[in-house]
């Protein structure tokens, strides 16, 4: 940036990118007539007659001392209107990258450049994990949950359908209903009696002395569980409001970053547009010449 600031005048004195570019234009058109006055050039003059000694023809005029004299004046022109064309040329593309360069800097850029740290977004933290809730618990009580869970698995298993002893009062059920079977015919029929060796009443108190137990067992754990659950989600609306908080703070604080940033671009490129090429005073004689041709026209 520093090295193209070299072309512009920043008290606003010099020439718009416009007023340029017509100066340059100028500057060619004079060096194409310059050009094209010297290839024309003859250092003699032509003139031809008909052998029976008429009067001659001049076909061309050479150039005269004072046109020859003023040809280092015109190569002169021509050399230092390519430097103008040069220097103009260089000062627009100039300018315009200081437009794209101040259009396009990021938003990276600009925190750097004025010494602004920019915050990483915030992100969703940890939330309390079962195995976490009771590992921060006492010895006791986590062993009482696992006895706990350990019990409710087991009277579960027993007095449910497809547990042994639940099975097992079933089928006592059924043979007591129907307590002889017979398989077989004729001589070789077998028949299956089938004798409770317990009372019935001592099976149905157990079965239902251990759902009882079961029921109480499940109840407490389920009532640590819930604990365990409450805290579960404590944790999460905690985290929860945590990062919504951090997330809105960091929103608010971007989105006035970036407001100065959208307006540091605007302020720069309104700056850059104003700049205005100077002319430096080696090529100050020859602008004037071509200015002239301007105004002349």
């Known amino acids: 940036m520093k090295k193209d600031m070299i072309f512009f005048d920043t008290d606003g004195k010099g020439l718009t990118s416009t007023s340029a570019n017509h100066v340059a234009n100028l500057a060619k058109e004079m060096i ?7 290839n024309e050039m003859t250092l003699y003059s032509t003139s031809v007659t008909l052998i029976s000694g008429k ?4 076909l061309n005029h050479g150039a005269d001392d004072k ?18 064309i040069a220097w103009l040329r260089e000062a627009i593309k100039a300018k315009e990258r200081l437009l794209d360069e101040a259009s396009s800097q990021s938003l990276e850029e600009y925190a750097r450049e004025q010494g602004i ?32 869970e350990a019990l409710a698995a087991t009277l579960g298993k027993a007095i ?5 002893f639940a099975d097992a009062r079933k089928q006592l059920q059924a043979k007591a209903k129907k307590p002889h079977e017979v398989e077989g015919k004729g001589r070789d029929t077998l028949i299956y009696t089938y004798r409770p060796t317990v009372d019935q009443q001592v099976v149905e108190d157990v079965y239902f002395s251990i759902q009882a137990r079961y029921r109480d067992v499940q109840s407490r754990l389920n009532a640590m569980k819930h604990e365990c659950k ?12 945590r990062y919504s908080r951090e997330l809105s703070e960091w929103t608010a604080n971007m989105q006035l970053i970036q407001a100065r940033h959208a307006e540091h671009i605007n302020k720069r490129s309104r700056y850059i547009a104003s700049l205005r090429i100077l002319i430096p005073e080696s ?3 020859i602008y ?10």
């Open 32 to 38: 194409s007539e310059i050009e094209t006055t010297l």
């Open 55 to 58: 009067e001659p023809n001049i």
């Open 117 to 148: 740290e920019l915050e990483e977004a915030p992100v969703r933290g940890h939330t309390l994990t079962e195995d976490e809730y009771f590992a921060g618990k006492s010895a006791d009580e986590r062993c009482r949950y696992y006895s706990l």
């Open 283 to 285: 090529l100050r004689r």
């Open 230 to 241: 409450k805290a579960i989600e404590e944790s999460a609306i905690n985290e929860s409001t």
């Open 288 to 297: 004037d010449t071509v200015s002239q041709l301007g105004k002349d026209n």
């Open 160 to 164: 449910h359908p497809g547990g042994e």
């Open 67 to 84: 046109e020859v004299e003023r040809v280092p004046e015109l190569l002169r022109l021509i050399a230092e209107s390519k430097s103008l």
